[in-house]
């Protein structure tokens, strides 16, 4: 009785995709590139190869300082981010960064600093750089002009999944330009599976924007050596995703006031650093905070074991309740 009204409503959506990537192609096509706001020449550095070296550098400074008032413009839409990915986080979603060049790079660069300041699994934040790792290193340019390649490598690491019959997984497409085809069509296809998308770019209403649910778009302007987004665009870029990645793992509970609750206590630097955490959230002495950790083996079973009054076990399972925040297991 349903099948038929089923297979309608795929074939429409099946069609309404379509439509959308060959609109995105099309406009992708008709980007004049020397009319991007990242491609425009910027006149406060016309001469910046005849100035003193202390001048140039100051012209470096003086656009540089503009770019903390040009990403505070979007806190909001950053904020919006977050809360959606933290409530994906919370029913078992993942965070995926998808980028070429300089874009993705820092992707992969904020990814993998996840890892080790929050005590995360590398799957829970994923970034991935058209051309691969090789193009950490070296430049692989064409890899970004291909938008097969930006949903075949989506998939290769098992993106959208799915838990209650939704899609929880989150794909933020990275382009200073906005015009990125490797990045558009990961964001087509991640649109078609369901998930959340967010485009972080730095031209306004590029074809980015206009692909995400949530749009994230610092407009930083010429740069200081005209089109190397490395500069102005990379740093907006960094900016935002710090505060993205960040707020989302504060919200997730990863952090208890402004203390790295959750870091891994891998080398000495790192098992000082826990035992002063555990000292500023309980107000025990070191010694006590060193024998805390030693018999707790993380930071907040230590805090948990203290300001609670209970074992080890005990602890554990509190903290389990409450999927790990640990506010919501001091506060009950």
Request: hydrophobic share 45%; aromatic share 4%; glycine share 10%.
């Amino acid at each position: 009785m349903n099948f038929p009204r089923l297979f309608i409503l795929t074939q429409m959506r099946a069609l309404l995709c379509a439509g959308r990537i060959a609109h995105h192609r099309e406009m992708a096509q008709d980007v004049n590139l020397a009319a991007l706001l990242t491609e425009t020449r910027n006149p406060a550095s016309a001469n910046i190869d005849a100035l003193p070296t202390e001048e140039m550098l100051r012209v470096f400074n003086d656009e540089d300082a503009k770019i903390a008032a040009i990403v505070r413009a979007e806190i909001p839409n950053i904020a919006r981010a977050v809360d959606a990915i933290a409530d994906r986080f919370e029913r078992g979603g993942r965070l995926f960064y998808t980028g070429a060049g300089t874009s993705g790079r820092l992707g992969v660069l904020d990814a993998s600093e996840c890892p080790p300041t929050f005590s995360v699994s590398p799957e829970l934040v994923v970034g991935i750089m058209a051309g691969g790792d090789y193009a950490l290193r070296n430049p692989v340019e064409g890899a970004e002009d291909s938008r097969e390649r930006g949903v075949e490598e989506l998939k290769a690491v098992g993106f959208g999944k799915v838990v209650d019959g939704a899609c929880v997984d989150t794909l933020v497409g990275i382009a200073a330009s906005g015009r990125t085809p490797y990045v558009l069509g990961a964001m087509e296809y991640a649109k078609e599976v369901g998930a959340l998308t967010v485009g972080l770019s730095c031209v306004p209403d590029s074809l980015v924007a206009q692909a995400a649910e949530i749009a994230i778009t610092p407009a930083t302007g010429a740069e200081v050596i005209t089109g190397s987004t490395r500069m102005k665009a990379g740093t907006a870029t960094k900016l935002a995703l710090n505060m993205l990645s960040t707020g989302v793992m504060i919200r997730a509970g990863y952090v208890y006031g402004n203390l790295m609750v959750n870091v891994q206590t891998t080398n000495e630097k790192l098992v000082d650093r826990a035992e002063r955490i555990i000292v500023d959230a309980t107000g025990c002495d070191r010694a006590r905070a060193a024998e805390l950790l030693k018999q707790a083996g993380t930071v907040k079973v230590a805090i948990v074991m203290e300001m609670l009054g209970v074992s080890r076990e005990e602890a554990e399972a509190k903290l389990a309740a409450k999927k790990g925040h640990l506010r919501r297991t001091l506060e009950g």
